[in-house]
């Protein structure tokens, strides 16, 4: 009997252990694909593997006056909303400024439809680890274009 709670404690430590691996690389592939896609304005990232937590997010960047901040994990599907809403609880608080907040995860966690409400400077890295291919909803280039479409429309003064 005591064998099988040792066995299941080493079980517990290991698939901790798995799901930091897989968090850290939603980061590693995550990071890279913004750089290599410059979604947003910054050359570089500043991020945190494991369970480090010397800066107080995962992923920092900052440049020409703009910041980012942002939360990532890798998760399954049936606890996705739990961890999204404790990203988003950090990620709103008061203290956390920036002109861009970001929740970073896995793409098996959501359909590929995924599409959720945001606040305006919020925004959701789906990374796919195994192509290293990810997407942003929602995405800031045409949140870009779209500005620009509104104010190109707007009436001139004369």
């Given at each position: 009997m005591h064998q099988a709670r040792d066995t299941l404690s080493r079980t517990n430590v290991d698939a901790e252990a798995a799901n930091r691996i897989m968090s850290d690389?939603?980061?590693?592939?995550?990071?890279?694909?913004?750089?290599?896609?410059?979604?947003?304005?910054?050359?570089?990232?500043?991020?945190?593997?494991?369970?480090?937590?010397?800066?107080?997010?995962?992923?920092?960047?900052a440049a020409s006056g703009s910041t980012l901040i942002g939360e990532a994990f890798n998760v399954a599907q049936s606890f996705f909303q739990n961890k999204k809403n404790a990203m988003l609880k950090k990620l709103r608080d008061p203290a956390a400024t920036a002109d861009f907040k970001v929740i970073m995860f896995n793409h098996d966690a959501v359909r590929s439809n995924y599409a959720p409400k945001s606040q305006a400077e919020e925004f959701f890295v789906v990374v796919n680890i195994g192509t290293g291919v990810a997407r942003v909803v929602p995405d800031p280039a045409l949140d870009v274009v779209a500005h620009q479409s509104s104010v190109a429309r707007l009436p001139s003064a004369g």
């Amino acid at each position: 009997m005591h064998q099988a709670r040792d066995t299941l404690s080493r079980t517990n430590v290991d698939a901790e252990a798995a799901n930091r691996i897989m968090s850290d690389l939603v980061i590693l592939h995550g990071v890279r694909w913004l750089l290599n896609h410059d979604v947003f304005p910054f050359d570089s990232y500043t991020v945190e593997y494991g369970n480090e937590n010397r800066n107080g997010f995962d992923i920092r960047a900052a440049a020409s006056g703009s910041t980012l901040i942002g939360e990532a994990f890798n998760v399954a599907q049936s606890f996705f909303q739990n961890k999204k809403n404790a990203m988003l609880k950090k990620l709103r608080d008061p203290a956390a400024t920036a002109d861009f907040k970001v929740i970073m995860f896995n793409h098996d966690a959501v359909r590929s439809n995924y599409a959720p409400k945001s606040q305006a400077e919020e925004f959701f890295v789906v990374v796919n680890i195994g192509t290293g291919v990810a997407r942003v909803v929602p995405d800031p280039a045409l949140d870009v274009v779209a500005h620009q479409s509104s104010v190109a429309r707007l009436p001139s003064a004369g």
